[in-house]
Nanobody
């Protein structure tokens, strides 16, 4: 079992930046992929894959965030980051860190989740 803990959420105006962090602990030997997802609080909204990274460094992004968000990792610290620039009001969501054993670009592979951190972007 892997424990994931996110931090770094908050409120920012449109055009601003935030950096999210996710620390993984516990049994991480089978984790090769880390990802960030988001889910709006609008009733019925689904959870959307945002970015993923393989332990080897390969990354994958949703079209909606390409060029604005950057995922990175510090393997020594078991930490994954999501740098979010040029934020828009539609980026407002709860952001979740997640882990998967393989197939980093397949959002359905992620089966371990953090508690989430709120990001609010005002216009």
């Amino acid at each position: 079992q892997v424990q994931l803990k996110e931090s770094g959420g908050g409120s920012v105006q449109a055009g601003g930046s935030l950096r999210l962090s996710c620390v993984a602990s516990g049994y991480t030997d089978n984790v090769n992929c880390m990802g960030w997802f988001r889910q709006s609080r609008v009733p019925g909204a689904g959870r959307e894959g945002v970015a993923s990274i393989h332990t080897g460094g390969a990354t994958h992004y949703a079209d909606s965030v390409k060029g604005r968000f950057t995922i990175s990792q510090d393997n020594a610290k078991n930490t994954v980051y999501l740098q979010m620039n040029s934020l828009k009001p539609e980026d407002t969501s709860v952001y979740y860190c997640a882990a998967a054993p393989y197939l980093c670009g397949d959002w359905h592979e992620y089966n371990q989740w953090g508690q989430g951190t709120q990001v609010t972007v005002s216009s």
